[in-house]
């Protein structure tokens, strides 16, 4: 089993920054994807970005240019960071890893851009 924890929500405001980490733990040999996705009130769930085995990563059109994936393979964890915050980027985000061709969510944490 694979557990994913993640970390750095909150609340800020707009304009400003903030970083989002999720480590996983467990059985892990080989994490092939990452992912943060998010949902806002009242909406479906969304892509926010994505990061392959290989590095290779895609971005929503509404946060390209403000927010970073990355990944620390060494540690097993996936970091977003988000710059220039909108209200709109107010939602829960979740993490979603593919582990040995199993997916698993985190629990997801709330961010919460003020106007």
């Known amino acids: 089993q694979v557990q994913l924890v993640e970390s750095g929500g909150g609340l800020v405001q707009a304009g400003g920054s903030q970083r989002l980490s999720c480590a996983a733990s467990?059985?892990?040999?080989?994490?092939?994807?990452m992912g943060w996705y998010r949902q806002a009130p009242g909406k479906q769930r969304e892509l926010v970005a994505d990061?392959?085995?290989?590095?290779?990563?895609t971005y929503a059109d509404s946060v390209k240019g403000r927010f970073t994936i990355s990944r620390d393979n060494a540690e097993n964890t996936v970091y977003l960071q988000m710059n220039s915050l909108k209200f709109e980027d107010t939602a829960v985000y979740y993490c979603?890893?593919?582990?040995?061709?199993?997916?698993?969510w985190g629990k997801g944490t709330l961010v919460t851009v003020s106007s």
């Open positions: 990061i392959s085995s290989y590095g290779i990563t």
């Open positions: 979603n890893f593919v582990v040995g061709g199993r997916q698993y």
């Open positions: 467990g059985s892990i040999f080989t994490i092939n994807y």
